[in-house]
């Protein structure tokens, strides 16, 4: 069974960098067949996906956040980052860490607030 766990500040000051991490246990993040995203949910809005790592490290961002996102990783410690620049008050989320296999694993959630 994969099981993801985000982790990370849950507050944010304005034009800062968000900086989360998602652990990954039940797989490796270099599994041929693997992907890992991260996906957001702004308070009532629907859910938006902000990038994607492949196994071999390769990255790709959603248009809208592009300039402003960077997927890495840690395979040593089977972990994958977010890091989102110069945040404002519309990136308070719930951010999800996702695997995707022959089924999606989703972490729980992790609720962010960029408030000064």
């Known amino acids: 069974q994969v099981h993801m766990q985000e982790s990370g500040p849950g507050l944010v000051k304005p034009s800062q960098t968000l900086s989360l991490t998602c652990t990954v246990s039940?797989?490796?993040?270099?599994?041929?067949?693997?992907?890992w995203s991260w996906i957001r949910q702004p308070p009532g809005k629907g859910l938006e996906w902000m990038g994607v790592?492949?196994?071999?490290?390769?990255?790709y961002y959603g248009p809208s956040l592009r300039s402003r996102t960077s997927i890495s990783r840690d395979t040593s410690k089977s972990q994958f980052s977010l890091q989102l620049s110069s945040v404002t008050p519309e990136d308070t989320a719930v951010y999800y860490c996702v695997g995707v296999g022959t089924v999606s694993y989703w972490g729980q959630g992790t609720q962010v607030t960029v408030s000064s």
């Open positions: 039940g797989a490796s993040i270099t599994t041929s067949y693997f992907t």
């Open positions: 790592m492949a196994n071999d490290g390769t990255t």
